[in-house]
């Protein structure tokens, strides 16, 4: 009886071919050059439905390697998992805290709520700032935080 090496050939060469496109579903970096975690972003704006929203000083957003976000919507902080892949950013449902503030910022909140909670966004990065797209084409404008 004549045996064929040909499964024994394709179980070896399986891993290989699988490998180079596998990475970790949780890398850290949008890219090498300018990672999106451990970095605390300051948001500069909102562009949504045509038109652009300046955010609030206090607006920030912040992802950590253990797949948490944390950061201020513009009135209330805000914590949510979050997914990373390649350039995809996952974002689950934002829990917030309950403040109260100006119309303006409560407005602005909702606005970036919106855009963030239960959304995955691409990232664009670019000389310390970073543009979170919605599938949409909504933007999300951040730029690093410098130290005060």
């Known amino acids: 009886m004549k045996r064929t090496k040909a499964p024994a050939v394709l179980a070896l060469l399986l891993p290989l071919a699988v490998a180079p496109g596998a990475a970790p579903a949780h890398s850290g970096a949008v890219t090498v050059d300018e990672p999106l975690t451990g970095v605390e972003w300051r948001v500069v704006s909102v562009t949504a439905e045509g038109a652009t929203h300046p955010a609030p000083a206090s607006a920030r957003l912040l992802v950590r390697a253990d797949g948490s976000a944390t950061g201020n919507l513009g009135c209330n902080s805000f914590s949510a998992p979050v997914t990373l892949h390649g350039d ?30 239960g959304r995955t966004l691409t990232g664009t990065p670019g000389h310390g700032k970073l543009t979170l797209t919605t599938s949409h084409g909504d933007h999300v404008n951040l730029t690093r935080s410098t130290p005060e």
């Open 88 to 117: 995809r950013v996952a974002f689950g449902r934002l829990r917030t805290t309950k403040m109260a503030c100006d119309d303006a910022r409560m407005a602005f909140e909702r606005l970036l709520g919106g855009l963030l909670g």
